[in-house]
């Protein structure tokens, strides 16, 4: 089931909604708690750990629910029509900074972080379980993931090369040339919560849903859950979720306070996020090549190995920027092929699913399985809050101890290579090979026409 380029163009759109606001809150909210809004560190790191475990109730549900909706427009595409404004409000609110206590702070930052978490499942979920019934070819989902992930990386390539200047920009106005940051980081978010929703509905004009769950399928929530935890393809690529999002949590978070800390220049960070961007969007055409050469199973343990490596370098190249630039591009450009392998795997595993158990859900697949991602990236995020506070992190303090200052580098580095590393492990479990794929996707299609 082949796709037209305007459709892939149109679905890849949605995930540059999706990095306009969510970049923000990976690359910024962290800091801006601390730095800005004035909670410690181990604050923000309780509302990150608390907003993650908010997930674990949310995304199954939502996954459920999305399972469960019949609407002239699908069952996904209906919540990219009506998430996205909620979405875009509730992030603005997120980086808004009333003025109360220590506690009406921590309350708010709170509330606000998990009611954003929720709008963000109601409109994300369904969008990822969307590309899984666009077409029932692997190959198609490959160059599906592709187009998405360029987008993607190109919504991140925006904000992490333009958000500060905004922020000064922004926070400049009204302020008699000194600069609000506060409201500088509100009227940012503002700005791309508009784009957000003006893509969602694009993606939610230009898409169809082919592919249906078998006629005869019950809605019990039970068998779901019984059938989702008996696929052990479903099991590897949870685990492979929760380990690397770990990783991506911790340095994301990390990195600002790298280059205000360590390399003692906060702009800085934008070089490199945009460099490593920049590394990602080139290297992405390659998944599909190589996906369809060897395999996505090694493409995705060859990609964990190497692209581990280099994160871990960085430790290695100490204050040289140049060097720093170059393994962060490097390992970027060895991570990239992975990244929409791991989401075309998924969709796989939905119709696997269906064919093993004659029972396909698809929005409790995808829902639960970034359920753990975003466990992953809970425990990366409150991990390093909490290991900012073991090493005696000062904000804003011009010297930082020696403790937090080689905790600051080792979450840059080490400690996130080392994770990525590991999924290899995980990934050699993996039991859906090219030949399987075949049989499978030949047996569904005889089922459906009968």
Known sequence: MKLSIKEKFGYSLGDTASHFVWDLVGFWLLIFYTDIYGLSPAMAG??????????????????????????????????????????????????????????????????????????????NLPYSSLGAVMTNDSSERAGLNTYRFIAAYIGQFIVTGAALYLVKFFGAIGNAGAVNQAQGYQ???????????????????????RVEAPKQQDKNVIKDFKYLFMN????????????????????????????????????????????????????????????????????????????????ALIFVAGDNLPLVYVFNILAKMAYAPAVPLLWTMLADVADYGEWKFNRRTTGLTFS???????????????????????????????????????????????????????????????????????????????????
């Open 368 to 450: 639960a399985s970034v359920l753990a991602q975003k466990l992953g990236w809970a425990i990366g995020a409150a991990a390093a809050g909490w290991l900012l506070s073991v090493g005696q992190f000062v904000a804003n303090a011009e010297v930082q101890t020696e403790n937090a200052m080689t905790i600051i580098r080792l979450l840059v580095s080490v400690i996130p290579g080392v994770l990525y590393a590991s999924c290899a492990i995980v990934m050699a479990f993996y039991n859906l090979d090219p030949k399987t794929m075949e049989q499978m996707k030949k047996e569904l299609e005889e089922r459906n026409r009968d």
């Open 46 to 123: 309780v509302i990150m750990f608390v907003g993650s475990i908010w997930d674990a109730v949310m995304d199954p549900v939502v996954g459920i629910i999305s399972d469960r909706t019949s609407s002239r427009w699908g069952k996904f595409r209906p919540y990219l029509l009506f998430g996205s404004v909620p979405y875009a409000i509730l992030a603005v609110l997120a980086f808004t900074t009333p003025e109360f206590g220590v506690n009406g702070k921590f309350i708010y930052a709170l509330i606000t972080c998990l009611l954003l978490r929720t709008a963000y499942a109601f409109v």
């Open 187 to 209: 009227w940012t978010v503002a700005l791309f919560g508009v784009l957000s929703i003006i893509f969602f509905l694009i993606t939610f004009a230009t898409t169809r849903e």
């Open 232 to 311: 052990k393809a479903w099991l590897v690529l949870t685990g492979v979720g929760i380990v690397s999002f770990i990783m991506f949590a911790m340095q994301n978070a990390a990195v600002a306070y790298y280059f205000k800390y360590f390399i003692h220049n906060a702009e800085n960070v934008q070089l490199f996020n945009v460099l490593g961007t920049v590394a990602l969007i080139v290297a992405l055409p390659a998944s599909k090549p190589l996906a369809k050469r060897f395999g996505n199973k090694a493409v995705y343990i060859a990609s964990s190995v190497v692209s581990g490596i280099f994160f």
